[in-house]
C-alpha cells in the first residue's frame, strides 16, 4: 500500500520569504502523480502543483514549486514570496497512474504567514 | 458556480439516528469520490463511482455506510445508527474520465455527532 509523510505539522514564514514544506511517500510502483493540495480555514480543498512521476523537470506554478527526487521519494513544495494568502493546511498526495484511482493523502503542514 | 457543491454543509446529530448527505460533482464529471476527514488529519478515501456504478470501496466504509449514485449524476452517502466516532467532514470529489484527471473537491459536510 502507498503512504505518504508530511513530517512537518506546522511551518510558519516571513510575508515575502520563502519556505519549504517536505514531504516522502512510499510506493512500489515506477509511474504514478504527486500533487500539493491547499485547504484555507473552512474552504475546499484546491489542487496546488502536480507532478507526474515519469517527468524529470519540476513542476511550477507561478511562485510556487517543486523539487522531486525519485529515488529518495521525496517530494517538497517551495513557496516564494509567501503572501498572506498562502497561509493554510497545505496536504502532500499521491494517486497510482490507472484511471479513477483515489488520492492517498499526508497529514498536513499547517502554514502561518507573518506580516 | 459550476464547481462541486455538497450539502448541508452542516449536521448535528445525536448518537443512533441516521444521516444522509448529498453531493453534486461538476456536471460533465463521470467520477465521483467520497473522503472522510477527521480533525488534524488529511482526508481518507471512502468509495468512488464511475458514472452509476460504484467500483471501489475502503475496508472504512462499514456496514452502517452506504452511498449510491442512482443516475450517474448526484451521489449520497448515508450514515445509519450514527457513532461519536462518525464525526469528521466528508468530502466530495469529482473528476473527468481519463488517466491524468484532476479530482476536484466540494467545500465539505461536516457531521457533529453528540
Known amino acids: 500500500a502507498q503512504t505518504v509523510t508530511q513530517s512537518q505539522p506546522e511551518m510558519s514564514v516571513q510575508e515575502a520569504e520563502t519556505v519549504t514544506l517536505s514531504c516522502t511517500y512510499d510506493?512500489?510502483?515506477?509511474?504514478?502523480?504527486l500533487f500539493w493540495y491547499k485547504q484555507p480555514p473552512s474552504r475546499q480543498m484546491i489542487l496546488v502543483i502536480r507532478?507526474?512521476?515519469?517527468?524529470?523537470q519540476n513542476a511550477t506554478e507561478n511562485r510556487f514549486s517543486v523539487n522531486f527526487q525519485k529515488a529518495a521519494k521525496s517530494f517538497s513544495l517551495k513557496i516564494s514570496d509567501s503572501q498572506l494568502g498562502d497561509a493554510a493546511m497545505y496536504f502532500c498526495a499521491y494517486r497510482r497512474l490507472t484511471s479513477g484511482s483515489r488520492l492517498t493523502f499526508g497529514e498536513g503542514t499547517q502554514l502561518t504567514v507573518n506580516p | 458556480d459550476t464547481g462541486v457543491s455538497q450539502d448541508p454543509r452542516h449536521k448535528i446529530t445525536k448518537r443512533g439516528q441516521n444521516v444522509t448527505f448529498r453531493c453534486d460533482p461538476i456536471?460533465?464529471?463521470?467520477?465521483l469520490y467520497w473522503y472522510r476527514q477527521t480533525l488534524g488529519q488529511g482526508p481518507e478515501f471512502l468509495t468512488y463511482f464511475q458514472n452509476e456504478a460504484q467500483l471501489e470501496k475502503s475496508r472504512l466504509l462499514s456496514d452502517r455506510f452506504s452511498a449510491e449514485r442512482p443516475k450517474g449524476s448526484f451521489s449520497t452517502l448515508e450514515i445509519q445508527r450514527t457513532e461519536q466516532g462518525d464525526s469528521a467532514m466528508y468530502l466530495c470529489?469529482?473528476?473527468?474520465?481519463?488517466?491524468?484527471?484532476?479530482?476536484?473537491f466540494g467545500p465539505g459536510t461536516r457531521l457533529t455527532v453528540t
Open positions: 456536471s460533465e464529471h463521470n467520477r
Open positions: 507532478q507526474e512521476a515519469y517527468k524529470q
Open positions: 470529489a469529482s473528476s473527468l474520465g481519463g488517466q491524468g484527471s484532476e479530482q476536484y
Open positions: 510506493t512500489s510502483e515506477s509511474d504514478y502523480y
